[in-house]
């Protein structure tokens, strides 16, 4: 009989199911590995079914990425369709992850598997977990199912494998068979940057664990992981719409499917919003001494003390102040006031309190401007904004920073105080911080007097704002401020080698650092050539001057009409008179200087009065 004809008989022999010994089902974690099977046959507690083609076998290292004891299902001249199942594996409620390694003996053959959990392996199976219908290659394949299994209720099942191949192909080749319960690890190294008043941007290391489909990210005021939450594939995401000056906490959890990890958490607080100018820090609001004002930072210290605040301590300072107390060590300690924006293109005072406790100790205190309130290292090359390196007297000191401050780029900016006296020094007190738009204001009540055919005196009073460092003035005939000008630090300049009976244009503008005020301009007129004036305004009287109401004027000859000037050279008020007595009606004029150009002739003659 031939040797096919007998193996076609012995089949028929066989029953349709070839069930091992019964055995009781296992838990998980399972894994099928082989390496107890006996070879050819398939390991204890497992189960094949044949319903026609070859059947499922074991090999020792058959190669191929397969080199320990993996099963398989040879070649046939027939279409496969054979079952292997898993020992019975009882399952709890919870999720698991299912896996295994495939692959096939050849490039030039394609072999086909599927694959499903079922809980009767007697049972017709309708519907697959996985199906493999292109293995080729030669190489194994390592399979993990994207989606979890998630078991609703404890039974027992089994993993099933069928190989459905076509006739005349070669070898398909199962391993590893894992059924793991899948823990759903969190991820790892969150951290919170990029931290602004309203924004902040969280993120993190990825999940150890198997499956990771994405993550669950939030953020709550408490350390309790938030109700409203947001799912994302990516390790960052910005978070928006924050609240200035608030502790906030960070979570984030690894989403696998339907298991969700543990919650992972991080503590920030967001920095209060940017003050802007006019910026005063005076201690007293938001401020309970000894603790430092809100939005105010204090760095880490090395040694000696720290900045605190304090109560009216005396010595010139009648409320509260920072304070930075007396050490037994050299201070280093650092003080930053909020931040505060600062526009490019504009120019700022800085200004500020300061002073000791005694006459008979020294302090020390410089500060600087920055774009983050964080200390400094102590490079001996810094640039210091002031310094203030021999402070004794135990009285306060008003300071005020003698340059503008010109801001090349718009930004949030930090003044910092640091106390850096030697030990046993006493205590240091700082107040009335200030930051404001470096204004640099017009001379006020400007006139031009004494006025002859060849020479005038031009007078001014200062401008309002402490910003002033001298005056530039000059004249010229045109209504156009001239090119040529002479600077002072009084508040007076004189002119000469003027032409008789000429209208001029007196100008002057404040100097504050590389910044300077408008020009402001009074028209003046010399006085004809000598004896002409003197004939026609011989006896000539003025009054009263300063004046409230009208002002009464006298004069040999008829004078012909007056005008008045305000101090920008505006002509305010002008009246025809042709008589030798003139009342001119001031009354609505605002109070202030004037110019009074009277005319009579050919001759005229300028005077200032005051209007009350």
Not at 456 to 467: H, K, R, V
Not at 519 to 541: C, E, H, Q, R, Y
Request: some cysteine; hydrophobic content about 35%.
């Amino acid at each position: 009989m031939k040797k096919s004809t007998l193996m076609a008989l012995l089949l028929a022999a066989l029953p349709t199911a070839l069930w091992a010994q019964d055995c009781p089902a296992v838990t998980a974690p399972y894994l099928l590995d082989f390496e107890t099977a006996t070879v050819p046959a398939i390991p204890n507690c497992t189960t094949q079914s044949v319903g026609f083609g070859p059947q499922w076998a074991t090999v020792d290292n058959p190669g191929h990425g397969f080199e320990d004891i993996t099963l398989q299902c040879g070649p046939s001249v027939e279409a496969s369709e054979s079952w292997f199942y898993t020992q019975g594996i009882t399952l709890t409620p919870g999720t698991y992850r299912l896996s295994y390694r495939y692959g096939n003996d050849s490039s030039t053959t394609t072999e086909k598997l599927r694959t499903a959990f079922v809980t009767d392996p007697s049972a017709p199976v309708n519907s697959y977990i996985a199906t493999h219908d292109a293995i080729t290659g030669g190489q194994p394949v390592e399979y993990s199912f994207e989606n979890p299994v998630t078991v609703s209720e404890t039974r027992t099942f089994y993993f099933g494998f069928n190989a459905f191949s076509d006739p005349n192909q070669g070898t398909l080749y199962v391993d590893n068979i894992s059924v793991q319960p899948l823990v759903c690890s969190p991820p790892t190294a969150i951290s919170v940057t990029n931290i602004t008043p309203t924004s902040a941007t969280v993120s993190w290391m990825p999940s150890t664990g198997p499956i990771t489909i994405g993550y669950f990210y939030g953020v709550s005021t408490t350390n309790t992981p938030p109700t409203n939450f947001q799912m994302t594939p990516n390790l960052m995401r910005d978070i928006a719409d924050l609240q200035p000056n608030t502790t906030y906490y960070a979570f984030v959890s690894t989403l696998c499917g339907n298991p969700v990890s543990e919650w992972i958490s991080m503590e920030f607080t967001t920095p209060c919003a940017a003050a802007t100018v006019p910026y005063t820090l005076d201690f007293e609001s938001d401020t309970t001494v000894p603790e430092i004002p809100a939005c105010t930072t204090v760095t880490e210290f090395d040694r000696g003390m720290n900045w605190r605040t304090d109560a009216a301590p005396g010595h010139g300072f009648d409320s509260n102040v920072l304070y930075y107390p007396d050490s037994d060590e050299p201070a280093e300690a650092w003080f930053f006031t909020q931040g505060i924006e600062l526009q490019a293109g504009m120019v700022y005072r800085f200004s500020y309190k300061y002073g000791n406790d005694s006459t008979e100790t020294t302090e020390r205190l410089r500060t600087l401007m920055t774009t983050s309130p964080t200390r400094p290292d102590n490079d001996p090359e810094r640039q210091y904004l002031t310094d203030h390196p021999e402070i004794t007297g135990g009285t306060a000191v008003e300071f005020s920073y003698e340059n503008p401050i010109a801001i090349s780029t718009t930004g949030v900016y930090y003044f910092g105080f640091n106390a850096y006296s030697a030990s046993e020094q006493g205590s240091l007190y700082v107040d009335n911080i200030q930051v404001q738009e470096w204004m640099c204001g017009v001379p006020q009540e400007v006139t031009v007097d004494d006025i002859t055919t060849t020479t005038a005196t031009l007078n001014w009073e200062e401008q309002t704002e402490p910003t002033t460092i001298g005056y530039f003035f000059g004249y010229s005939t045109t209504d156009t401020p001239p090119a040529n000008f002479i600077m002072v630090t009084g508040q007076t300049g004189g002119f000469t080698g003027l032409e008789p009976n000429t209208t001029y244009y007196a100008y002057v503008r404040t100097m504050c650092g590389n910044i300077f005020s408008d020009w402001v301009s009074v028209p003046f007129t010399t006085t004809a050539t000598a004896g002409l004036n003197d004939a026609v305004f011989a006896g000539f009287k003025a009054y009263p001057n300063p004046v409230n109401n009208v002002l009464t004027l006298q004069n040999a000859i008829a004078i012909e009409k007056v005008e008045a000037y305000n101090i920008t050279g505006q002509l305010v008020l002008t009246q025809n008179i042709e008589s030798t007595n003139a009342q001119i009606d001031v009354q609505t004029l605002p109070v202030g200087a004037y110019m009074l150009n009277v005319y009579s002739g050919n001759a005229r003659k300028s005077m200032k009065f005051i209007k009350q």
